[in-house]
């Protein structure tokens, strides 16, 4: 579900997990003295983290109630994990993973009153891995290959309802400069600017009708900066944050844009411009709160700030006479104005060790 978040909303939270974190620091295990020193990994040795929860809220009510409210049951679980190895003194591997999906089922009210169950609707969907090897010669910045893979679990984006499975996929090769600002368990922060190749893959429906598909793919290269940012507060609340810019220098269909031109593009209801949008520069912020009330019940708070002025995962598709076919999908993909996303959820979480 998209939120634009509040101000007000964010600081009640911050201050109440913050407040829950400091009254409970009488009875919290004191903090490792090695948590506050920079971390020293053993060569060779992998360090994995993995960390699995679920969410549920739920109401119902009564045929007769008379407030009027409509019962829902939403769900949402997460798997979000990490393996770091110091494989040489000159060479680190870090790979991550985060995967995420939940559902939403609400009443609906009939004409007659009846009450009746709607189908379950996708709230909450993510895939993405990546894995960085940083070169570590105590240079004043890291050289650094990287991967990362995106996508979903489900595509609901059909107009029609129907349904395409890990779709789309985004793959992405960089390679750049980077610097570890800070280094310690309980605190870390990871610099990254570089160039990166990006490629896309997408499935979609043949027709209006069947199950039929075909997939198009479409390519850009461009500049990227990633800032990833970890906070442990007395080993309660934890902030992770990823801050991601990449400004594309081309795209590979845009020259499908140019050839039907101005005129064609304002006839099939687009913006004459629609090809620089391709171009403009994304920003993905993603902010996470978790606060620990017990080993397995958290607090969990996501925030993001999404810009993505133009969809690349969609591209333009026309028939043998040059005509724009897919005008309603290419117009969907347009997002001009900034998105918002924010949840709150109590649930069960356990990390493993």
Known sequence: MLKIVTPGLLAVLIAGTVSTAFAQEAIAPEVPKEAKEKRVLEVGKWYPTLEGGLNLTQASYSENWKGGETGSVSWNA????????????????????????????????????????????????????????????????????SVRYESFFQDITDPFGRKLWINPMTFKESTGIARKFKDREDDQLLMRAGFTARENYRQFYASDTGNETFSETSW???????????????????????????????WSKNEIFDALGPDSLIAAGLSPDIASYATTVDVDWQNTFTTKVTKFISFNFYLEILYDKYDNT???????????????????SVRKKGQFKQTFGVGLSYTFK
């Not at 003194?89 to 991550?96: E, F, G, H, K, R």
């Not at 500049?223 to 081309?250: C, G, M």
């Open 220 to 250: 850009d290269v461009g500049a990227e900066l990633i800032v990833d940012y970890k906070k442990v507060f007395e080993q309660r609340l934890t902030y992770v944050s990823r801050l991601s810019v990449y400004q594309p220098f081309n």
């Open 314 to 332: 969609v591209v333009p598709i026309v028939d043998d006479n040059g005509a724009l076919t897919n005008a309603g999908a290419i117009d969907f």
């Open 78 to 145: 997460f798997l979000n994990g990490s393996a770091e190895n110091q494989v040489k003194p000159t060479l680190n591997w870090l790979s991550s993973m985060k995967l995420l999906y939940g559902q939403t089922r609400r009443q609906e009210i009939g004409a007659n009153g009846d009450r009746s169950w709607g189908d379950a609707e996708k709230s909450a969907d993510l895939i993405q891995i990546e894995s960085i090897l940083r070169l570590t010669r105590n240079w004043a910045v890291d050289p650094y290959l």
